[in-house]
């Protein structure tokens, strides 16, 4: 107010000066300027006057405005505060309502929530239920077949097996019989000297040793004895090999007469010589005719064999004559005794073994192709249910996630976890404020 009167009395000062600018400029007397200044003078003097009058009525009446707006703020201030405590109560009572309702509301959105889930969860773990039952028994069916035909082929191996043990236990069998009737000769024979006296028994003897050796190594179709070639001569036997060996012929005479005179010891050295040189004779003769009579190019083999049925005549060539030897070996002639002819004949049944499960060979490769094509595809189908089974764990997973993330935020729901938020106020709270403002 004070600064009011301040601008009012310069203003009027002001309007003075411009007016007696003016008067001055029109008048050209000076006294006539004199008198008008001193009645300008007086006028100021009384308007002067009468301003600081009004202006000390003015400074009584801000005093009293100023009292009058202390004890109106008073009164308002008093009634504010009323109406506020009002408003708050109001304010929290509708807060309360308001957030009861919500959650009511939210309860009801989540119990409605909870059910489809569970209802969900349900219809998924069903679908999943009889997805893993049906690939369960397709796999069962699939491995019930191939393990039928997995026990067929091995139970048709098993039997072939048996068949195969049966056959060798006979042959062992007959091994042991005829041992027994070797043994059972041997106990009969007077003395061997005697048998061997003459050169047709001593034929027969090395024909039937040999026979005994040949018939409890090799299967009956492998051999023959008394066999006749295409160039007329009989071989006492000849063994029926694969190639690359062909047939193989045996001679089972040999010169004994000029051995037994060699060995003599009632013969002077002389004596013994002669023999020697003659035993010598037959023996190079022998390695030749049977050379030139056995080996035929294109029916038997590029050799034959010249069996000796007795050890010690075989072990004197081999000790003492190795002459005869390199000349057996020229020829392709095989010097052979009971226990080398043995191994031989092991030899040719190995052989003979060898070769029978080659011609098979075809058909073990065949089933054993078909079972690898069994097992492939029994690989292919368990690869396909792995990745089923795999696929349908990872959305399982994914749906136990998905669970346990609505269940996480159900509880910070009820927990009510609404942070720096703060709820709105209905419409029918906001008439309040506005008569506060």
């Given at each position: 107010?004070?600064n009011?009167?301040?601008?009012?009395?310069?203003?009027?000062?002001?309007?003075?000066?411009?007016?007696?600018?003016?008067?001055?400029?029109?008048?050209?007397?000076?006294?006539?300027?004199?008198?008008?200044?001193?009645?300008?003078?007086?006028?100021?003097?009384?308007?002067?006057?009468?301003?600081?009058e009004?202006?000390?009525?003015?400074?009584?009446?801000?005093?009293?405005?100023?009292?009058?707006?202390?004890?109106?703020?008073?009164?308002?201030?008093?009634?504010m505060?009323?109406?506020?405590?009002?408003?708050?109560?109001?304010?929290?009572?509708?807060?309360?309502?308001?957030?009861?309702?919500?959650?009511?509301?939210?309860?009801k959105?989540?119990?409605?929530?909870?059910?489809?889930?569970?209802?969900?969860?349900?219809?998924?773990?069903?679908?999943?239920?009889?997805?893993?039952?049906?690939?369960?028994?397709?796999?069962?069916?699939?491995?019930?077949?191939?393990?039928?035909?997995?026990?067929?082929?091995?139970?048709?191996?098993?039997?072939?097996?048996?068949?195969?043990?049966?056959?060798?236990?006979?042959r062992?069998?007959?091994?042991?019989?005829?041992?027994?009737?070797?043994?059972?000769?041997?106990?009969?024979?007077?003395s061997?000297?005697?048998?061997?006296?003459?050169?047709?028994?001593?034929?027969?003897?090395?024909?039937?040793?040999?026979a005994?050796?040949?018939?409890?190594?090799?299967?009956?179709?492998?051999?023959?004895?008394?066999?006749?070639?295409?160039?007329?001569?009989?071989?006492?036997?000849?063994?029926?090999?694969?190639?690359p060996?062909?047939?193989?012929?045996?001679?089972?005479?040999?010169?004994l007469?000029s051995?037994?005179?060699?060995?003599?010891?009632?013969?002077?050295?002389?004596?013994?010589?002669?023999?020697?040189?003659?035993?010598?004779?037959?023996?190079?003769?022998?390695?030749q005719?049977?050379?030139?009579?056995?080996?035929?190019?294109?029916?038997?083999?590029?050799?034959?064999?010249?069996?000796?049925?007795?050890?010690?005549?075989f072990?004197?060539?081999?000790?003492?004559?190795?002459?005869?030897?390199?000349?057996?070996?020229?020829?392709?002639?095989?010097?052979?005794?009971?226990?080398?002819?043995?191994?031989?004949?092991?030899?040719?049944?190995?052989?003979?073994?060898?070769?029978?499960?080659?011609e098979?060979?075809?058909?073990?490769?065949?089933?054993?192709?078909?079972?690898?094509?069994?097992?492939?595809?029994?690989?292919l189908?368990?690869?396909?249910?792995?990745?089923?089974?795999?696929?349908?764990?990872?959305?399982?997973?994914?749906?136990?996630?998905?669970?346990?993330?609505?269940?996480?935020?159900?509880?910070?729901?009820e927990?009510?976890?609404?942070?720096?938020?703060?709820?709105?106020?209905?419409?029918?709270?906001?008439?309040?404020?506005?008569?506060?403002?």
């Amino acid at each position: 107010m004070g600064n009011a009167i301040l601008w009012l009395q310069l203003g009027t000062f002001a309007v003075l000066l411009l007016g007696l600018w003016l008067f001055g400029r029109r008048g050209a007397d000076a006294a006539v300027q004199r008198d008008a200044t001193v009645r300008f003078e007086t006028r100021l003097q009384e308007h002067t006057q009468r301003m600081e009058e009004r202006s000390s009525a003015l400074e009584a009446l801000v005093r009293d405005l100023d009292r009058a707006l202390r004890e109106d703020r008073a009164l308002a201030r008093e009634e504010m505060g009323e109406r506020l405590g009002d408003f708050r109560q109001r304010f929290e009572r509708r807060q309360g309502e308001a957030l009861s309702s919500l959650q009511e509301s939210l309860q009801k959105g989540l119990l409605t929530l909870d059910g489809k889930l569970s209802d969900a969860l349900e219809r998924n773990t069903e679908k999943l239920v009889k997805q893993v039952g049906g690939l369960t028994e397709t796999a069962d069916k699939r491995l019930k077949e191939i393990s039928g035909q997995v026990e067929k082929r091995l139970s048709e191996g098993f039997e072939k097996t048996t068949a195969t043990f049966a056959d060798i236990v006979k042959r062992l069998a007959l091994i042991d019989a005829a041992q027994q009737k070797i043994t059972e000769l041997s106990t009969h024979v007077v003395s061997l000297q005697q048998v061997l006296d003459d050169k047709r028994s001593r034929g027969a003897f090395g024909e039937v040793q040999l026979a005994g050796l040949v018939r409890n190594v090799l299967p009956e179709s492998s051999f023959s004895f008394q066999h006749t070639l295409s160039n007329s001569k009989i071989a006492d036997c000849v063994l029926f090999l694969p190639a690359p060996t062909g047939n193989v012929a045996i001679d089972a005479k040999f010169p004994l007469e000029s051995y037994r005179r060699m060995t003599d010891s009632s013969l002077d050295s002389s004596e013994q010589k002669a023999a020697e040189r003659q035993f010598k004779v037959d023996i190079r003769k022998h390695i030749q005719d049977i050379s030139s009579k056995y080996i035929l190019p294109g029916e038997t083999s590029d050799g034959a064999m010249m069996f000796l049925p007795a050890e010690a005549v075989f072990a004197e060539i081999q000790a003492h004559h190795p002459d005869l030897v390199e000349e057996a070996q020229k020829r392709r002639v095989w010097i052979v005794s009971p226990t080398t002819l043995m191994a031989v004949l092991n030899t040719a049944r190995a052989v003979l073994k060898d070769e029978a499960t080659r011609e098979q060979v075809h058909v073990i490769q065949e089933h054993l192709g078909m079972l690898a094509k069994d097992f492939g595809r029994f690989q292919l189908r368990m690869d396909k249910l792995s990745q089923h089974i795999n696929a349908a764990h990872k959305d399982v997973e994914q749906v136990h996630t998905s669970a346990r993330k609505i269940s996480s935020r159900f509880t910070k729901i009820e927990k009510v976890e609404l942070e720096g938020a703060v709820p709105r106020i209905p419409a029918a709270a906001d008439e309040t404020p506005s008569e506060s403002e």
